[in-house]
């Protein structure tokens, strides 16, 4: 159910079905982010604050500006490594989460979108072709129960055609037909007739 | 009434909310464990790591105080603690015994000493409320995780259940219309997804509704025309054909209910 032939999905098109999509997509990113920040400043403060101690503890024994500016650098850099640390993870967790949500969202919008387009079709009561999905596209179940629907309906549809055209046949070579009530109706059974061969095309 | 109740929908059931294993279980665990290892690895990480280990890996200056020390005098040289700040990766070691320069007058000495204890004991509340709230940070940590995990969870799976239930509404009908049935479609339940989706099978499937409601009218009309002009006589081919459009009429008459 893979069409391998098909071109590569486009960067712009990821964001086929906004309202499904986005709404995952903001809600898990921006709550990750906020749960995540908010968490993160806790050990930050935690952290400053033990360094804001080592600090006091120090003056209360020594004074001695050199060594104390050395230990103020290096639990200054100690905090700015943690900053970092954390606000990389932070926002790393967010990029992939979004990332991950667009594109999964798009691999259930993507066939969502493609069965739509068939629905419409039918919606006008016409039966074409049904290719085949994407490559990593999801819902394959679903596609395959479509197609296989789409298939018997159209199967059906041929059927019967070919028993509108067999009795059409029948009245041709019997010589009926030709003018009064039943030719009205013959002629107009051969107009539907003509509408469900277009439907297949 | 009818049309109200079928607007209204009926509730979901918990039990059902794992309609397509697959698919909303694959979204879901990956975001769960992903945050799982997000929150566990780094900030776990940072609340759990081991100051010693990090100052081993990067020494600190070595502090030489240059005030005057009490503690030497004042505690016995062997079994004393080593004061670890916790966090700042920094150590303040009990130094070696100084050699005395000068004898400190004794009054001085119970100053310096008392001093020294004001500020031991203020030491010792300052890393106690700092080891506490590392500790509530701990939990914390893992409390909001927990509740994260299980939310995502949740979340995960009751909004991919909104999507899967009308893809599962929608199989059945067209299970249905495979099968040559044309029931009613009925509307989708409260909070579902995917309602424009529903619209367009809704569509589709009154598209295909409306072929056998042609065919349908067209069979009859042409049917009772043949009848009233007595063709089945005419030859045995029309006469068969003729029962094959009445056994398709009588088909799809059934198919719409």
Same mark, same amino acid.
Not at chain 1, 135 to 138: L, V, Y
Not at chain 2, 231 to 235: A, C, N, Q, V, W
């Given at each position: 159910m893979v069409n391998r032939g098909h071109p590569p999905r486009k960067l712009s098109n990821y964001l086929l079905n906004k309202s499904l999509q986005l709404r995952y997509v903001a809600f898990v990113t921006v709550m990750s982010a906020v749960i995540s920040g908010a968490l993160g400043y806790l050990i930050w403060r935690q952290e400053a604050d033990a360094s804001a101690y080592v600090l006091q503890a120090f003056d209360a024994f020594t004074k001695d500006p050199e060594l104390r500016g050395a230990i103020q650098d290096r639990l200054q850099s100690g905090d700015d490594r943690l900053i970092l640390t954390m606000a990389g993870a932070g926002l790393g967790l967010v990029v992939v989460l979004f990332l991950y949500l667009v594109v999964m969202t798009h691999k259930v919008a993507g066939p969502l979108y493609k069965v739509s387009r068939y629905f419409d079709e039918m919606a006008e009561g016409k039966l074409g072709n049904v290719w085949a999905l994407r490559?990593?596209?999801?819902l394959k179940d679903f596609y395959v129960k479509f197609k296989q629907m789409h298939d018997a309906l159209k199967k059906r549809h041929k059927e019967d055609n070919e028993a509108l055209k067999k009795f059409i046949a029948a009245c041709e070579a019997a010589g009926v037909g030709e003018g009064g009530v039943f030719g009205r109706e013959l002629g107009e059974l051969r107009a539907h007739l003509e509408r469900r061969e277009q439907a297949l095309t | 009434m009818a049309a109200k109740k079928q607007d209204k929908g009926y509730k979901r059931s918990w039990k059902n909310l794992l309609l397509n294993k697959r698919y909303q279980l694959r979204f879901t665990l990956f975001m769960v464990g992903l945050t799982t290892v997000a929150i566990n690895n780094v900030l776990g990480e940072e609340v759990c790591k081991d100051p010693t280990a990090s100052a081993a890996e990067e020494p600190a200056p070595e502090a030489e105080p240059a005030a005057p020390e009490p503690a030497p005098a004042a505690e016995p040289a062997s079994g004393k603690p080593k004061v670890t700040i916790e966090e700042s990766e920094m150590q303040i070691l009990d130094t070696p015994a100084q050699p005395k320069k000068a004898e400190a007058p004794a009054e001085d000495m119970t100053a310096l000493r008392a001093k020294y204890d004001e500020c031991k004991d203020h030491q010792a509340a300052q890393i106690a409320k700092l080891e506490s709230r590392k500790r509530l940070i701990f939990w914390v940590l893992i409390g909001v995780g927990s509740m994260l995990v299980i939310g995502l969870l949740f979340y995960g799976i009751k909004m991919t259940h909104r999507v899967a239930g009308p893809l599962h509404k929608v199989q059945l009908y067209m299970a249905k219309l495979k099968d040559g049935r044309y029931d009613t479609v009925y509307n989708l339940r409260k &909070?579902?997804?995917l309602v424009d989706f529903y619209a367009h099978f809704k569509l589709a499937h009154a598209g295909m509704k409306k072929w056998q409601d042609e065919d349908v009218a067209r069979l009859k009309a042409v049917i009772t025309a043949a009848e009233e002009g007595k063709?089945? &006589?005419?030859?045995p081919e029309l006469a068969a054909a003729l029962a094959d459009l009445k056994a398709l009429l009588a088909k799809k008459e059934a198919s719409l209910g």
């Open positions: 490559k990593g596209d999801m | &909070g579902d997804h063709l089945e &006589g005419r030859s």
